[in-house]
C-alpha cells in the first residue's frame, strides 16, 4: 500500500498562485497513477487532474485546464499540483490520490489510496 499525504494548502487572494504537494511512501511509487480531487462544502468530490505513471500523459478537469499544472517526481515520490490564476470557487479540501490498477485514471472509483486532504481557502 501507499499512504498520500499532502501539503501546502492555505488562504491566498483570487489571482494569486500555490503549490500543493503529495508525498508518498512505497518504493513502487512509479507503478501508481496518481490524481488530485477536491470538495467544497455541499458538494461533491470532484476531479481535478490525473498524471499517468510515468508523467508523460496529464487529463484536467476543464474548469481547471490552463491554470493547473500536475506534475511527478518519481525520485522523491512526490507529485505537484500548480495552481495558478486562483479563483474563490477554488476553494475547497484538495486529496492527492493513487491508482495501482491504471496507467491513468479520472474517476474516484478507480483510485485505491487516498490523502487526507489540504485546505486550500482563495479571498475574493
Known amino acids: 500500500q501507499v499512504q498520500p499525504v499532502e501539503s501546502g494548502g492555505g488562504l491566498v487572494q483570487a489571482g494569486g498562485s500555490l503549490r500543493l504537494s503529495c508525498a508518498a511512501s512505497?518504493?513502487?511509487?512509479?507503478?501508481?497513477?496518481m490524481g488530485w480531487f477536491r470538495q467544497a462544502p455541499g458538494k461533491e468530490r470532484e476531479f481535478v487532474a490525473a498524471?499517468?505513471?510515468?508523467?508523460?500523459?496529464?487529463y484536467y478537469a476543464g474548469s481547471v485546464k490552463g491554470r493547473f499544472t500536475i506534475s511527478r517526481d518519481n525520485a522523491k515520490n512526490t507529485v505537484y499540483l500548480q495552481l495558478n490564476s486562483l479563483k474563490p470557487e477554488d476553494t475547497a479540501v484538495y486529496f492527492c490520490?493513487?491508482?495501482?490498477?491504471?496507467?491513468?485514471?479520472?474517476?474516484?472509483?478507480?483510485?485505491?489510496?487516498w490523502g487526507q486532504g489540504t485546505q486550500v481557502t482563495i479571498s475574493s
Open positions: 490520490a493513487a491508482d495501482r490498477h491504471s496507467v491513468i485514471a479520472t474517476t474516484r472509483s478507480e483510485y485505491d489510496y
Open positions: 512505497g518504493r513502487t511509487f512509479g507503478s501508481y497513477a
Open positions: 498524471i499517468s505513471r510515468s508523467g508523460g500523459t496529464t
